[in-house]
């Protein structure tokens, strides 16, 4: 079956240590994204990468870094530079570029605590 | 600014209808997606809307208009699986979605 594979599905981190979630896909979409979701607000874009080899940031992509060397894989690091890491993680893929112009396909999530 | 509103939570009884409003403001439009996502899982796709009017798909509609900056999702026969959030999203002149902060839909029996 195609879809989005995200791990691990819940991860906890000390305070000063970078972590990094992994996000796999067999869907042969070209676009993927990463999203943050707390409670009470709606997702907010971290990065998002259009091609391989190719990201950008989007509105909170400080304390964040990403890599897309292969066109199935999009993994998010969370470094020690994020000063709020707890939060639930979507990875999140589309046919084509803009996420207001395609409909996504979203992961499980991940869900990290910073202890 | 860009901003979209809806209830922060809803309560319905099975078997009944439940309609989810959505107001939205952004610079330019090009169309207004719902989603749905259980408790810790993938948000699903659900409808988008980019022209006026209501697109029925099976049990859920969605309902759009665009003088008022505002639409709606409509559950009828509500089932418990039907339990969920529900995220809306407009998509604005550069084809990037605002999402709201979602409905929390609880069925009772």
């Known amino acids: 079956d195609g879809g989005i594979t995200q791990s691990p599905k819940y991860l906890f981190r000390k305070e000063g240590q970078n972590v990094t979630l992994s996000c796999e896909q067999n869907?042969?979409?070209?676009?993927m994204y990463w999203y943050r979701q707390d409670p009470g607000q709606g997702l907010r874009l971290i990065y998002y990468?259009?091609?391989?080899?190719?990201?950008q940031k989007g509105d909170i992509a400080e304390g964040y870094s990403v890599s897309r060397e292969k066109k199935e894989s999009f993994p998010l690091t969370v470094t020690s530079a994020q000063k709020n890491p707890t939060a639930f993680y979507l990875c999140a893929s589309s046919t084509g570029a803009g996420t207001g112009a395609n409909v996504l396909t979203f992961g499980a999530g991940s869900r990290l605590t910073v202890l | 600014g860009q901003n979209i509103d809806q209830p922060t939570e809803m309560t319905a009884t099975e078997g009944a209808i439940v309609q989810i409003n959505c107001t939205y403001q952004t610079s330019g439009f090009n169309g207004l997606f719902w989603y749905q996502q259980h408790a810790g899982e993938a948000p699903t796709f659900l409808s988008y809307?980019?022209l006026d009017g209501l697109e029925e798909k099976g049990r859920f509609s969605s309902f759009l208009s665009r003088s008022k900056g505002y639409s709606y999702l409509l559950l009828k026969e509500l089932q418990m699986k039907d339990s969920a959030s529900y995220l809306c999203a407009a998509s604005d002149s550069n084809y990037q979605l605002i999402w709201g902060a979602g409905t929390k839909l609880i069925i009772k029996p």
């Open positions: 809307n980019v």
């Open positions: 990468s259009q091609i391989v080899n190719d990201f």
């Open positions: 869907l042969n979409h070209d676009a």
